[in-house]
C-alpha cells in the first residue's frame, strides 16, 4: 500500500502561482513514475504532469511552458510548480503513481483560480 497526501491548493488570482506537494509513504526512489492528475466539475480526470526516476518530464499542452514538476527522493516528495494560473486550472488535483501493479491516489487538493 502507498498513500499519497496532497497538499498546497488553494484559492490564487489569475496570474498567480502556487506550488502542490505530494508525500508519499514509500520511497519514491522505489516509484519510477511519480503524476499530477486535475479533475473539474464534470470533465474528465486529466493528466497534467509526469516525472520518472531519472527527471524526464511529460506536460500536457495547457499547462507546458507554466506548470513544472519536481522531485525529492530525500523528502519523498513530489512537486508541482503552477505559475500564470488561468481560470481554467482551477480543479481537484490528485498525485498518482503506480506500484507493484496497483494504482494509488491521493485525496486531492482544490486549486481555484480567480478571474
Known amino acids: 500500500q502507498v498513500q499519497l497526501v496532497e497538499s498546497g491548493g488553494g484559492l490564487v488570482q489569475a496570474g498567480g502561482s502556487l506550488r502542490l506537494s505530494c508525500a508519499a509513504s514509500?520511497?519514491?526512489?522505489?516509484?519510477?513514475?511519480m503524476n499530477w492528475y486535475r479533475q473539474a466539475p464534470g470533465n474528465q480526470r486529466e493528466l497534467v504532469a509526469t516525472?520518472?526516476?531519472?527527471?524526464?518530464?511529460n506536460y500536457a499542452d495547457s499547462v507546458k511552458g507554466r506548470f513544472t514538476i519536481s522531485r525529492d527522493n530525500a523528502k519523498n516528495t513530489v512537486y508541482l510548480q503552477m505559475s500564470s494560473l488561468k481560470p481554467e486550472d482551477t480543479a481537484v488535483y490528485y498525485c498518482?503513481?503506480?506500484?507493484?501493479?496497483?494504482?494509488?491516489w491521493g485525496q486531492g487538493t482544490q486549486v481555484t483560480v480567480s478571474s
Open positions: 498518482n503513481t503506480g506500484y507493484w501493479g496497483n494504482d494509488y
Open positions: 514509500v520511497s519514491i526512489f522505489s516509484i519510477n513514475t
Open positions: 516525472i520518472t526516476s531519472r527527471g524526464s518530464t
